[in-house]
């Protein structure tokens, strides 16, 4: 018997029994805090960025259109507070700049339109995606969206909302238009 054979053969074995039983390992990475689970719509397309408002949320439910509406208002909350952020920082930036002695009076009334323009339906909101998962085990369904709007078209929507609001003065209305034309401008200028 040669050995040396025998001993290349058993490895050509072993390799070839490894080489099947990898496939069946698990691909997702298991840590001490659990497997690495991939959600639909992430990554840079579903994020805001300079043109684009975006949110995404996730709801659970054993009834499908209750999953779906959780999800709906996880993604919609999530796209009012990114304007609501970017506002609260573009009105502190411009009233730091100008020294309006009515500073806090214009803030807190651009906010109150920001809250009521985001408590609106919105004509320009898109969903971007929208996917269902059931675990058969438990019966629940897991909703999954996606919506995005123009970070233009919202800005002219509330500069709508500013001029037709009866709760805002004719100073403040006029400051609130200068802001917001001024991020319609950047937000042109970024686009092209």
């Known amino acids: ?26 691909s997702g990475k298991s840590t001490t805090a659990g497997t690495k689970v991939k ?10 960025d300079n043109r684009w408002f975006r949110g995404t949320g996730q709801g659970a439910s054993v009834k499908q259109n209750i999953a779906r509406s959780k999800a709906d208002l996880d993604a919609k909350n999530q796209l009012a507070g990114q304007v609501g952020t970017n506002m609260r920082a573009v009105t502190d930036q411009y009233l730091g700049e100008t020294g309006n002695a009515n500073a806090a009076d214009v803030a807190d009334k651009f906010q109150t339109l920001v809250r009521e ?27 999954y969206v996606a919506y995005e709007i123009k970070k233009n078209a919202m800005f002219r929507f509330m500069k709508k909302q ?11 209305r006029k400051k609130i238009e200068e802001i917001l034309d001024e991020e319609i401008r950047k937000t042109e200028e970024e686009g092209e």
């Open 1 to 26: 018997m040669n050995t040396p054979r025998l001993f290349r053969s058993a490895g050509l074995l072993l390799m070839a029994a490894l080489l099947m039983a990898a496939p069946a390992c698990k």
């Open 39 to 48: 959600q639909p719509f992430t990554g840079g397309k579903y994020e805001s």
């Open 117 to 143: 323009v985001m408590s609106t339906e919105l004509a320009d909101l898109r969903k971007i995606g929208e996917e269902f998962y059931l675990n058969e085990e438990t019966g629940q369904y897991t909703a």
């Open 162 to 172: 500013a001029r037709t609001s009866d709760k805002i003065d004719d100073l403040t």
